[in-house]
């Protein structure tokens, strides 16, 4: 939400506002930074997929499940999905709340396509 807190099990899914063109990429790779995306602690059950598509159909590229606590570089291969107008979109699946309350939501950060 605004607040960047997770109240609510749930997918909470962030989509770039722009295709990119990655027809001519030979290795086209998706680098952003993950801070604060704690599954283990509040939840039983949490991941961040990346998915991407080309033509109007969401592909699974990536998969986070690790925790991180600090700001941690990940990179994805987008080699699966060029085309000339490439959009990428990041779900956050949070299943089986163990605790009450508020949570600070996953932050994502120095989003990269080359």
Known sequence: ?????????????????????????????????????????????????????????????????DATSAWTPTSVSLASVKGSSVKVRFNFNYNSIVTTGTHSAAQIDEVTIK
Request: charged residues 15%.
């Open 1 to 65: 939400d605004a607040t960047a807190a997770v109240t609510t099990q749930g997918t909470y899914t962030l989509t770039l506002k722009n295709g990119i063109d990655l027809s001519s990429s030979s290795n086209p790779t998706l680098t952003f930074n993950l801070n604060n995306f704690v599954p283990r602690y509040y939840f039983r059950n949490a991941t961040l997929t990346v998915e991407a598509t080309s033509d109007g159909t969401w592909k699974k590229v990536g998969e986070v499940t």
